[in-house]
């Protein structure tokens, strides 16, 4: 174990390219993660510095994408998302969180947090843990994480985006975000102005709503296309919303969680 751990950490300072699609893409968890850095508390701020060091948030947040690199640590991969049949109510959605034990964004981030609770865990440990919170977080706020299994979560839907072979799920992950043509602290910059409002509200949302409000919008999404749609401009103006929100949503969100580990 303690070898497995020793070379995870090694890895990430590796410039590796992951084999399947990222969630958010690169930049969408960089985007996350700068954010979340405006409102975490001193205390937590403090605490992630002595297990991160020099590293940012934005930046340790694509480490589970690169190690997908690897295939021995293909067990992770189940941990990016959660599967969920279309035409569920919020009770529904809820009630299979909390009964479903396949390991999924929602069980394993609980996991996590009760991992860097534990005063015996290592802080080796406690470092993976924290780089897997900080990109869950984030992918849980990508409404094709919480998408059908029959078609892998919208990778099965091919379209075309801008004249270029794609699918549902990169359309979310990469293409619309991709196409601002914005640095992440350019995106960052840009989209952190939450109202004390905002902020109280997102806040309060437990991590099974924050998954609802996903689906909700996955949902909606699955009704928009028909495979091998050509989206461009159009589809761009409609959603780009949406991802904005999103990104913004995850950031204040996985403040407020990582606060709370550290109070």
Same mark, same amino acid.
């Given at each position: 174990m303690k070898k497995r751990i020793a070379l995870l950490l090694l890895m990430s300072t590796l410039l590796l390219v992951p084999k399947d699609t990222n969630a958010w893409g690169l930049l969408g968890h960089r985007i996350i993660g700068q954010i979340a850095d405006k409102y975490l508390s001193k205390k937590a701020k403090k605490e992630i510095r002595k297990l991160l060091g020099n590293e940012s948030i934005a930046m340790a947040s694509n480490w589970p994408d690169f190690i997908k690199s690897d295939p021995s640590f293909n067990y992770l991969n189940s941990w990016h998302y959660v599967n969920l049949p279309s035409g569920l109510s919020k009770e529904d959605v809820i009630k299979y969180l909390e009964t479903d034990t396949i390991p999924n964004i929602y069980n394993r981030i609980k996991m996590l947090a009760v991992d860097m609770k534990n005063p015996n865990t290592s802080q080796q440990q406690k470092?993976?843990?924290?780089?897997?919170?900080?990109?869950?977080?984030?992918? *849980?706020?990508?409404?094709?994480?919480?998408?059908? #299994? !029959?078609?892998l979560?919208?990778?099965?839907?091919?379209?075309?985006?801008?004249?270029e072979n794609s699918n549902l799920h990169k359309v979310w992950d990469e293409n619309l975000i991709d196409y601002q043509q914005l640095s992440y602290t350019e995106y960052s910059n840009t *989209?952190?102005?939450?109202?004390?409002?905002?902020? #109280? !509200?997102w806040q309060g949302t437990s991590v099974q709503e924050s998954i609802y409000e996903s689906y909700q919008i996955c949902e909606k999404l699955y009704t928009e296309i028909?495979?091998?749609?050509?989206?461009?401009?159009?589809?761009?103006?409609?959603?780009?919303?949406?991802?904005?929100?999103?990104?913004?949503?995850?950031?204040?969100?996985?403040a407020k969680f990582l606060n709370d580990i550290f109070e």
């Open positions: 470092i993976m843990d924290l780089r897997l919170i900080i990109h869950f977080m984030g992918d *849980l706020h990508q409404p094709m994480h919480t998408a059908r #299994k !029959e078609d979560g919208g990778n099965q839907i091919k379209l075309m985006w801008f004249n *989209l952190a102005f939450a109202t004390p409002e905002q902020i #109280k !509200e028909r495979p091998n749609d050509k989206l461009s401009y159009k589809y761009n103006f409609d959603h780009i919303g949406i991802v904005e929100s999103q990104l913004l949503k995850g950031g204040v969100r996985l």
